[in-house]
């Protein structure tokens, strides 16, 4: 497997943050993809020779829309099941939910407060 590009930040993005077609998630979506397997953080930072930490590939993995994630690791969608992608879908509408409602009850708590 090839080393991944040199890990680049477009100006107009935020920290930790990337597109789809960054060269970055392309690598890492070829990497699970040829490994046909799940790949935990750690097996990822270790086959780039530790040119990425664990937040960067939380971020890379969250930017494409083919890498399952789950408590075994990555996976590249072709290499799941209807069940995992499912329940890796769930899991992120269920936080996603979570995340909403801990917004708006901050909101509201702040109009509260200070309002």
């Keep these: 497997?090839?080393?991944?590009?040199?890990?680049?930040?477009?100006?107009?993005?935020?920290?930790?943050?990337?597109?789809?077609?960054?060269a970055n998630v392309v690598w890492l979506e070829e990497l699970l993809r040829g490994?046909?397997?799940?790949?935990?953080?750690?097996?990822?930072?270790?086959?780039?020779?530790?040119?990425?930490?664990?937040r960067d590939v939380r971020e890379l993995a969250s930017a494409s829309g083919y890498?399952?994630?789950?408590?075994?690791?990555?996976?590249?969608?072709?290499?799941?099941?209807?069940?995992?992608i499912d329940h890796a879908a769930a899991w992120l509408v269920s936080q996603g939910k979570k995340m909403i409602k801990r917004g708006l009850l901050l909101r509201?708590?702040?109009?509260?407060?200070l309002g």
């Design 35 to 54: 490994s046909g397997c799940w790949m935990t953080a750690r097996n990822i930072i270790q086959t780039c020779g530790a040119r990425l930490h664990d």
């Design 1 to 22: 497997m090839k080393t991944p590009p040199p890990i680049f930040r477009d100006p107009q993005l935020g920290l930790f943050e990337s597109k789809p077609t960054d």
């Design 67 to 84: 890498i399952v994630s789950g408590q075994r690791g990555y996976r590249h969608m072709t290499h799941a099941t209807t069940e995992e």
């Design 108 to 113: 509201r708590n702040a109009h509260r407060n």
